[in-house]
Each structure stands twice: as C-alpha cells, then as structure tokens.
C-alpha cells in the first residue's frame, strides 16, 4: 500500500478522540479548556480538516461522558473485536486468604455487609504512611530520582475548581488526601482503593462505593503503577484492565479482578477504532482497511502474554502476523499507489494491535475468489457463521447468478445471502450491474452491488416450520438506514438494519461492501432452546477460560452470587443442595464473556444464532443471580421430569424459554416494552406451546418482581409451576425430608410484596399487574397453596417408604 504511518501513544480517549476529530490549534495542540474554553467545546465550525495530528485512534473507550459525547460528534466508531475488563483489582493472595478464611473477596457484597473483608487489606494509615516513604529511581523526577512525599494522595485543598465541580458535595468526604464514604463510619477497619487519573471515571466509582466502608483516593496512573509494584506488603484494592502487560508479571500471580453489579457497566468495555470523518473521501483504501481489521479476545491475550515474557511490542505484532493470515482478509486490492500519511493513535494497552495494523498496511494482496458463504473456513463464511449461526450456515445452498461469469476475474467478490426461511428478491438502483436478482430461502448468490439504495421483496415461503401470518413485504435500504449501535448503546461488529414484520424482524447485515447477509429473527415466543442446547450453554459459561474462579472454601457464600443484583438481604434458599462441586459463575458473568461478544454484537439473541430454536413447551422462570452449576443441574432434572408426565400429545423436541439467552440483550427495553403484556414473559407465558413452568430455586426467584409476574401469571393460566432446585422437583419428592422442613418454615415467613426490582419502572408496572390479578395478599396465598401442595406431593413419597419399611419388618417377622 506504500502508507507512511506514525504511532503515538496517549493515556486518555477523549484525548485520542479530540485529535482525530481536529479539535486542535493550528499547531496541532488541544485546546486548553482553561485559555480557550470555546474552542475546548469541540465546535464543528472550529475543527481542523484534516486532522493535524492524527487521522484515526486505536482502542477508544466508551466509558466517560466526555468520550461518548465526542464519539457521538465523530461517528466513526467501530469495534475491535475484543473486550477490555477495567476496573477494580486486589492481589491473588489476599483473595487466595479470604477464600481460606471464607469471606469471597472477588464480590462487591463482601466489602458492602460488613463480613470482615477489612482484616486482609492494609488500614489507611498504614498504606498513606508506605505512600509517604517510598522514594525511587526514575527518569521523570528531577535527576532521575523521586523523594519521600512524591507520591501523595490527592482528595485535598488542592483540588482545582473543575475536580470540586465534578465531585460537587461529595468533595465534602475528602479529608487527609482520601474521600471516605458514608459507610466508612470507622476508619481503622475501611479498605484503601487507588484509583488512577481523576478523570478515569471518579465520580462513578464514588457513586458505587458509597454505601461500601471504603476510602478512595487517586495518585496518577505512573503513581499507582509504582505503588503496586514497590509496595507488596501492602493490601489495598487498585485500578486496572485487561488486557494489559502492566501487572501481569506481579509476584506470585497477575492480580484478580473484584465484581460489582453488572448494573455498573464499564467493568467490560469493548474497545472501539475511530477514524477522521471524512478518510472515506481522502483515502478509501486506508478507510476500508481500518474498517475491517479487528481483533479477537484470544489475539490480544497471544500479544500481552508475549510482552509478558520480555518481548517488545514489535516482536509481538510481528508473532502475532506471523501465526495468522487473517489480516489478508483486511487489505483490498489498489490500483495505485499513492503514498499517503496516517498517525495511529494508541492507548496503552493496545499497542501491539496498533502496530499488526501498522505492519498490515505494508502488505498488499486480495481476498481469495472461491471465499464462500457456506464455508466456515473461508473469510466470508466465518462472517456468516457469526452472523447466522451454525445451524442456519449448514443449510445454505448456492445458486448460479449473472455475475458467475465474472468470478474468474475477481471482478465480482460479492455476495447476497438468504439465510431467512423466506424467499426474496433483491433489487438495487442504478448502482447495481443488474437488475435484481431472486433467491429461495437458504440460497446464496453472487451480486455485483457498489453501493446506495436497494431493496428486498419477502414472499412467504413453504420452509418455516412453524406458520404465521403471511410475510409479502417489500423493503427499501438506504445509505443512512445502516447502523453499528442499538437504542441501548451496545456496538455491532457490522453495520445493520433491522425491519419489523409481522411476526419477528428482518435482520440485514453488511460485510463491507462484499456481503450482504439476509436472517430472520423470529418473536420471542420461537426463541425456545432445545434442553440439549440449554445443557450445552450452560456448560460453555461453566468452562469458559475467563470464567475459571478457584472456588475452595466457598460454598458457605453462594448467596452472594445468588443475590448479586438484589439489594434485599438474601436467605440461603433451604432447598439448595451443594452435592456437587460449587461453582459461583452466573448469568451476569455470562452477560460480557457469552452473550454479547457471541450474539448480541450481532443483534441478535443467543438462542437465535447458536441454536435449533423454535416455539417453547417449558417456561423457565430464574434470577441471573443463580449459578449457573446450580440452573444447569436443576433444569437437567425438570426436563426428565416433564418429559416422564403422561400426556395426550408428547412434543418432538422439548425447548426451553431461558430469558438470559432468548432475550435480545442489545435492545433489552425495546423487547421488554411499555406495557408487561407487551413483554416477553407474558407472550411467552400465554403462548399455547407453552404447557409447562419451572420455578428454579423458588424462594430464591421469587425475591425478584419479574417472577412474581410469572408466577401469578402462569396461575391465572392455569399452567402448572414445578418448584425445582439442583435435587430435582419439589413435587416429585426429590427433596431431602429436612429441606421440607426448612421450606415450609421460610414459606411461613415470606411475602411477596418484598421482592426486588432493578428498574423502578418495571416495578410499577408489575405491581399495577400483580394488583389486577388480586393484590400480593392473594398472590401469597397462591404461592403457600403451591408450596403446600408441593411438599404435600414430597411427603407422600416418605409415607409410601414408612409403609414399605413397616411392611418389610412384618415380613421379616413373620419369616422367623
């Protein structure tokens, strides 16, 4: 490509972000907010165009106001493939020694009830003393050295008039260099936090840490990094990320990350590449080539773990490009070969993938001609295979076109795939080569297409196995119908389009301009998982290699996990059993490491793109607070269960309706509704396929609102709810005889008027549903007649083995 290009690395997004959107002097120095505080606003009339100092930016993050407010003004972001996991660390041998002393350190709830998370942290007094006293080598101080008192704590009397702004009445807790919270009441026993910069999010962790006994306070980013590294004696939980090489070479072990609720959304972020607004114009090759590299979880690791062991950043890129070939796929062909000027700008922590694309663009070659759809190992076909999932990839058939005769020439690397159970057709404006072209549901066809307007004409199809209204539609795509982000922010690999019908959505992807990939998202009620398929999910969680939590000594506090989102205090549920090996991985964990970089990147559910969904017999009815070792053992038992009723007609396949896969959980509020009739839950529920509920962990699911709803709903429906729990069915008298006891005591005690709900909202909304079907005072009743009945069913089982072992005796008797 003969592309000169510079790398510079900067600390901050919205620094990086300011650069690439030319919000600079004509020198091509940020405006100070202090000097020029008009100008620091970023105005579009003031920009620089071009840029002076920077045409694109490597891994942004969406996490400040600042930043997404400019990422907003730029537009241009696109994500990397990769998540990143900022937030707060402790080191591996202070949680190895809560673990041995029973106190989970790796959860917030530890820290916030007071269960003596502070004995295994240094006091403030002793860490402010340590901070006091270091002195070290280093080039940045004068004479390369830097004395006591260099490193100090920073929530003082010199705090500018912008920090107290942005800390408004919270600057009131600073006292001595460090903010104490609310819940700080004694001093001696609140754990230290060291955050980084000021501006890496302070505010938010103040918010989060206030009702936790704790004190806060930043030193500068180079700061903590000596702190951490020349004070191992001292225990205080510190800022981080991964991926990052800064820590992982600490003695004994890289430090672990502590969990808070998943409600706090920037402990996962997935990194975003922006680029210069007008580079399409400038320079589309560079453009294209920006917009299609990216880079997987496993990547960065290969390239930390690399620098890990001393190598340095070009020695890892060069390994990385070295064991791959993927980056073949991120180069077009050029006609010319202009020589042109791009700077990359890098945090630190992505270097290495600022360099592999730095080191790409010296190459040049195309994507091979016999890339195909239907072919997972092609370039196309793993785009398709993320996109559509296996099982609709498998399916896929190729149909001859008019642009056939002209793959030989590389001319036509284009691709229209139907991977919907409709038949359509596929007409362009003047753009296209041709005018339109058909295809059967599940065909694939070569196009010639550069661009603009076109549109998709659905006529129904005798493919989709379950019949809903007719679906004779016709489409029109522009230009400014692509998006890369949900209503909810949530980025997508690719640009998108989603079309409602009448039942379900169309959903259109675009692979740059090569591919253009047609599926079907069908309503929520055929989003039912084949209990085989819900086995295998759960275990993909379970075993997932960032999930691995050593777990000795836990088991006294799987509540913690169960109650991760709740802000009620939460009772062991008395009919858990602990038989088998423990494992505190839930659905929340599930959300970042699962769920979305595997479905909801793509607009899509994860039962939709990784399974045989269809229409669900089975309503599963949970909290994502609950393990998921626990969820997957007790619906293995349900499903024998159900499937051992007598009925009049026995269905093929027995699916599932889990609401953490089969919820689209990059447009969470948009499915969920206004109304609760209009959510889900309730289609689901009231859907005729639907002949069967299970209540996982009952006492436990039905703390929170939404199982309430489903629990009174699934009553006024008359569908039977089978209280399950990882021993099996209540009713099935799977449950130990002194489980029995301690359900009918917790069941005495309980309302539901106390449950829990995240969403204010949603509460008011299941509390005017729940007051329509009678009130809490009827829906208690109906939940102790249930309960009732259930251990009822169970103790039955007990008489029959008296009457068995009475009987036994007898006959003994009689024999001798």
Known sequence: MQVHVTLTRMSSSAEMLKHVLGCTDGDGKLWSSDTNPVEAECRDDLLQEPPLEAWAAVEVWRTTSQSKLLLRQLGTGLTMGYQTFPGLYAQQTVIDEGLQGKVLLR???????????????????????????????????????????????????????????????????????????????????????VLGEFDWNLFVWIEVLQDMPVALTWVGWQNEVQLVRRLPDCRFLFYWWKPDVTFLNLDPAPPVQVFFDPELSLQWVTAQLVRWQHLDEFAP???????????????????????????????????????????????????????????????????CAALVLLLVLTFRGWLSCRDSPSDPATLVGQWTLK?????????????????????WKCQSRQWLINASPFDIFFDTDSHGLFPGLSLSSYNFARILWRGGVFSVTLRDSSERSWKFRREDQKFQIHYEDWTRMSPSGQSYNDPCVRLPLKSGHLRI????????????????????????????????????????????????????????????????????????????????????????????????????????????????????????????????????????????????????????????????????????????????????????????????????????????????????????????????????????????????????????????????????????MGGYDALDKNLKDVFSGAIQNAHRHTEEAIKLVQHLHKTSYVHL
């Open 107 to 193: 959860w917030w709830e530890s820290y916030a009830k007071h269960l003596g998370a502070d004995q295994y942290f240094s006091s403030v007094k002793e860490l402010d003393q340590a901070m006091y006293n270091l002195s070290f080598a280093d080039p940045g101080c004068p004479d390369g050295w830097c004395p006591q008192g260099t490193i100090r704590p920073r929530c003082d009397s010199s705090l500018s008039p912008q920090e107290i702004a942005v800390m408004g009445e919270h600057a009131d807790q600073c006292d001595g260099g460090w903010w104490y919270s609310r819940a700080c009441t004694d001093r001696d026993v609140c754990v230290p936090v």
């Open 387 to 407: 996109w559509a999932g296996p099982h609709v990839q498998a399916r896929l058939d190729r149909k001859q076109s008019p642009a056939d005769k002209l793959a």
């Open 509 to 772: 992807a675009r692979m740059r301009s090569k591919c253009i990939l047609v599926t079907w998202s069908p309503p929520a009620v055929s989003r039912g998982v084949p209990m085989t398929e819900l086995h295998h999910f759960f275990k993909r969680v379970i075993d997932h290699p960032q999930l691995a939590i050593k777990e000795d000594a836990v088991d006294d506090f799987w509540n913690f996990a169960a109650s991760f989102r709740s802000p009620v205090t939460a009772q062991q549920d008395p009919t858990q059993s602990r038989s088998f090996e423990p494992s505190t991985v839930n659905m929340y964990h599930a959300l970042p490491h699962v769920i979305i970089p595997e479905a909801a990147v793509y607009d899509a559910s994860w039962a939709e793109i990784h399974s045989r969904y269809g229409p669900a017999n089975v309503f599963v009815s949970h909290v994502w607070g609950e393990t998921a070792q626990n969820s997957m053992e007790a619906l293995k038992k349900l499903y024998l269960w159900v499937k051992s009723q007598p009925r009049e007609t026995c269905p093929t396949t027995f699916r599932a309706w889990f609401c953490t896969i089969c919820n689209n959980q990059s447009r969470i509020s948009e499915e969920l509704g206004t109304e609760v009739m209009e959510s889900p839950f309730y289609q689901v529920l009231s859907a005729p396929s639907c002949t069967e509920v299970g209540l996982v962990s009952p006492l436990l699911a039905l703390n929170r609102k939404w199982c309430n709803f489903e629990f009174c709903l699934a009553n006024s429906l008359n569908k039977p709810v089978w209280m399950v729990t990882s021993d099996g069915v209540v009713q099935a008298g799977a449950v130990p005889p002194k489980c029995l006891k301690d359900l009918a005591d917790a069941v005495l005690h309980f309302h539901c008027k106390d449950a829990a709900c995240s969403v204010q909202e949603d509460e008011k909304l299941i509390d005017n549903f729940v007051d329509s």
């Open 285 to 351: 090759e560079i453009a294209r080539f920006l917009r299609d590299a990216t880079f997987t979880d496993d990547d960065m690791s290969f390239m930390t773990s690399l620098l890990a062991q001393g190598a340095s950043d070009e020695e890892a890129a060069c390994a990385w490009l070295k064991n791959n070939t993927r980056y073949l796929g991120w180069i077009h062909q050029s006609e010319d070969d202009d020589t042109l000027l791009i700077a990359l700008l890098s945090a630190s922590m992505a270097t």
